[in-house]
């Protein structure tokens, strides 16, 4: 994700970043081992601004591995428009791909969901 972030002149501290699904796999809400955490965790220790969605997921609540309290957020054209970066953590099905690469300004695709579903766009980076 650095490498993208430094190919577009922009450096990860106070970057914006919508990190979409919280949940260990996809279409369901187990948060048992999520990676999800641990990138909420890294992001935020190099000052980024971290929020993410999920509609299995509604609320994120501190715990004894992780410190940080958070709300799922809404995909809209507006909240997408916000964002550096949006990063597919959890490949649930019901999240509209064509969507989020029409209205997302750089979005890294860590399960190779986009183009699963026949998107292919020059803002959209495989990792």
């Given at each position: ?77 507006e909240s997408l428009l916000k964002y550096d970066i949006v990063l597919l953590s959890t490949d649930h099905t019901i999240f509209d791909y064509k969507f989020i690469a029409e209205n997302g300004k750089l979005i890294v695709d ?18």
């Amino acid at each position: 994700m650095i490498t993208y972030l430094n190919n577009h002149n922009k450096a990860l501290n106070g970057t914006h970043v919508l990190i979409l699904g919280a949940s260990y796999k996809k279409d369901i809400d187990d948060m048992h081992e999520s990676p999800t955490l641990k990138l909420i965790e890294i992001l935020k220790s190099k000052r980024a601004e971290v929020d993410y969605s999920d509609p299995y997921v509604p609320k994120l609540l501190p715990s004894r591995h992780f410190n940080f309290d958070m709300s799922s957020v809404e995909i809209t054209k507006e909240s997408l428009l916000k964002y550096d970066i949006v990063l597919l953590s959890t490949d649930h099905t019901i999240f509209d791909y064509k969507f989020i690469a029409e209205n997302g300004k750089l979005i890294v695709d860590t399960r190779n969901s986009f183009e699963k579903n026949g998107i292919k766009k020059n803002n959209i980076f495989k990792a």
